[in-house]
């Protein structure tokens, strides 16, 4: 099964692909951990875009995209958390990919900021905080697991959170008309949205 997770900066789309993933057993596709883990001269490029809250150019994230894509383990299905992001990367993948379901997760602009300038990550583990909602640190600013400083990162700031959800509502969010979809309420608890998603994927 071939499924899109579309939803805006802060929706909890990565974190429910991630469970979905784990549920169905398919890889997760996350092309902002893709762009995020490039390495050598490309990342400074790759940097300036994320952190100002813009797209990566299209041609640039299709190849990143397609090598992920040559890895044998997509051949049973996938999860594309974070593409297509635009209507041209609509038409890229369509000749490449049949698409089985898209699950749009939405939220309202104030909540999804709210819950993005809360992030904060550890830098060792990975394991990301909300010094708003929850998960909070025990102690303020330091992982509860290995003791590491918490960072804030770069697309976390106010002002580049307004520039990501203007862009996703100019360019992501018409992608929705060209796939038929379900939407999810991403304002519930974490497990009520999973069981609406695996409700409609089910189906
Ligand atoms: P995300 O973790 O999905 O919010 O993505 C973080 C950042 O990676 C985005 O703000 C973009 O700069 C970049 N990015 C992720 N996916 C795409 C995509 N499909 N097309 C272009 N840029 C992307």
Known sequence: MNLIF??????????????????????????GDLVRETTGDLKR?????????????????LKILQKRLSHEDVSGGFIFDGFPRNMAQVDSLDPIVKIDKVVHIAIPDKEAFNRISGRRNCPKCGRIYNIYTSPKPLQEGIC????????????QREEVIEKRLNVYHKDTEPILKKYPHVDIDGSKDIDDVTQDILKYISK
């Open 6 to 31: 579309v939803g805006p900066p802060g929706s909890g789309k990565g974190t429910q692909a991630k469970i979905i993933a784990r549920i169905l057993d398919l890889p997760h596709i996350s092309t």
């Open 144 to 155: 509860d697991y290995d003791e590491s400083i918490l960072y804030e990162r770069g697309d």
């Open 45 to 61: 490029e790759i940097d300036l875009y994320i952190n100002t809250g813009h797209l990566v150019p299209d041609e640039l994230m």
